[in-house]
């Protein structure tokens, strides 16, 4: 076993290491919906870099299993959003998800004649470097709000601000080294 020394790991955590409050997340609200992209971006109290999963395919052969690479597939994205007392964040993204569908007529307002661009916009959630610069930029594309949560209200909660949780559905990620 090699005979590591802290100054070892220390002198291979380029740049002290990635922290996980330098984050940026940029949302592209489509027309109908209004929302204010810098304002979005100050309320976002948190966020994840995306993932993706390549899938299994099971083959059965001769009493065994053969495991092949299956189809990529994107988990549901997640923020969480500060509510201000306007409630503008909020407001921008039940509009969007009113464009999806309505609450009365059941029909979408904007996707009718559209297409997916009616609805859809590309996100980007971004990994600062401890001097702001981009360290790492990810673009979720044809992104949508598929769930606006529901905010908790509670006597006890004295001292906090509200907060809600976005889900996000999008065809894929981009980045800066993969595509």
Same mark, same amino acid.
């Given at each position: ?11 291979? /955590? ?11 997340? =940029?949302?592209?609200?489509? @027309? +109908? *919906? ?65 464009? /999806? ?11 009718? =004649?559209?297409?997916?661009? @009616? +609805? *859809? ?59």
């Amino acid at each position: 076993m090699a005979n590591y020394r802290v100054d070892d790991f220390r002198g291979k /955590l380029q740049g002290g290491g990635a922290r996980a409050n330098m984050f940026e997340v =940029n949302v592209t609200f489509p @027309g +109908y *919906a209004g929302g204010d992209t810098e304002l979005t971006n100050f309320m976002c109290r948190s966020a994840q870099l995306p993932a993706s999963v390549i899938g299994l395919v099971e083959v059965p052969f001769r009493g065994r299993i053969i495991k092949l690479a299956g189809d990529r597939t994107f988990e549901p994205w997640t923020i969480t959003v500060y509510n201000d007392t306007n409630f503008e964040v909020r407001d921008s993204f039940e509009r969007w998800m009113n464009g /999806l569908n309505t609450h009365i007529t059941n029909r979408g307002v904007e996707s009718n =004649n559209s297409g997916l661009g @009616g +609805y *859809a916009a590309n996100m980007e959630v971004i990994q600062l470097d401890q001097l702001g610069g981009t360290a790492k930029k990810y673009t979720l594309k044809n992104a949508f709000p598929l769930n606006v949560a529901a905010i908790d209200l509670d006597y006890a909660q004295v001292g906090e601000i509200e907060q809600f949780q976005v889900t996000i559905e999008y065809d894929y990620w981009t980045n800066d080294n993969v595509s």
